[in-house]
């Protein structure tokens, strides 16, 4: 099926702390997996992307971190701030087509 | 290059009628993506384009909508007739040669309230 499941829905994180997104996929070849960042009244960005042949990509504070194996991936956003409060999207790119699945969102908020 | 423009930002209307949704891609993307979000589902694609060619129409839930690309710079999503189940942020996303690492440059969005 092709489907991503993301967890948790909503996360609330005190500023300097690290939030973490999980997203894992089922039976489906994926090859590209991006996260989008969504603030309100906006469109998703494009944040950060990983290929399934790297374990893990880091750009500032945010780490993608990728198990093939297990089908997962997770989006780590080291000494959160406030302004990184926002609603994020795990995808999934079924290989060979050009169609993004993406996951429900996460809307996190990190307070001061 | 002012982004994906969509128009109109926001739309109600009555149950029943019609509702055409309009996007402007950025000049020289080839891939035009129309997404509909809801709190529920979160981002469904409904159909992309590729060269103002439909490729999948697959996620158009049924024959009430309709996309049409005429050219390069312009693209209508189409409902008729309206549901209120149909009330949702509908985007458009345009993206350039679209690749392992290409990036889709979403627009930002109308909000459809269907009473």
């Known amino acids: 099926q092709q489907q991503v499941k993301q967890s948790p829905q909503s996360l609330i994180v005190q500023k300097g702390g690290i939030s973490i997104i999980n997203c894992a996929y089922e039976n489906t070849a994926f090859d590209y997996f991006p996260w989008y960042q969504q603030f309100p009244g906006k469109g998703p960005a494009l944040l950060i992307a990983?290929?399934?042949?790297?374990s893990e990509k880091k750009e500032g504070r945010f780490t993608i971190s990728f198990n093939k194996s297990a089908k997962q991936f997770s989006l780590h956003i080291m000494d959160s701030q406030p302004g990184d409060s926002a609603t994020y999207f795990c995808?999934?790119?079924?290989?060979?087509?050009?169609?993004?699945?993406f996951g429900t969102g996460t809307r996190l908020q990190v307070f001061p | 290059d002012a982004g994906v423009i969509q128009s109109p930002r926001h739309e109600v209307t009555e149950m029943g009628q019609e509702v055409t949704l309009r996007c402007k891609p950025i000049s020289g993307h080839d891939y035009l993506f129309w997404y509909r979000q809801t709190m529920m589902r979160g981002l469904e694609l409904l159909i992309y384009?590729?060269?103002?060619?439909?490729?999948?129409d697959s996620g158009m839930p049924e024959d009430r909508f309709s996309a049409k690309m005429p050219n390069a710079s312009f693209s209508t999503l189409k409902i008729q007739p309206s549901e209120p189940r149909d009330s949702a942020v509908y985007f458009c996303a345009s993206s350039l040669l679209w690749g392992v690492d290409t990036e889709a440059f979403f627009g930002q969005g109308t909000r459809l309230t269907v009473v």
């Open positions: 384009f590729n060269n103002n060619v439909p490729i999948d």
């Open positions: 990983i290929r399934p042949d790297v």
């Open positions: 995808a999934a790119r079924l290989t060979n087509t050009d169609k993004l699945i």
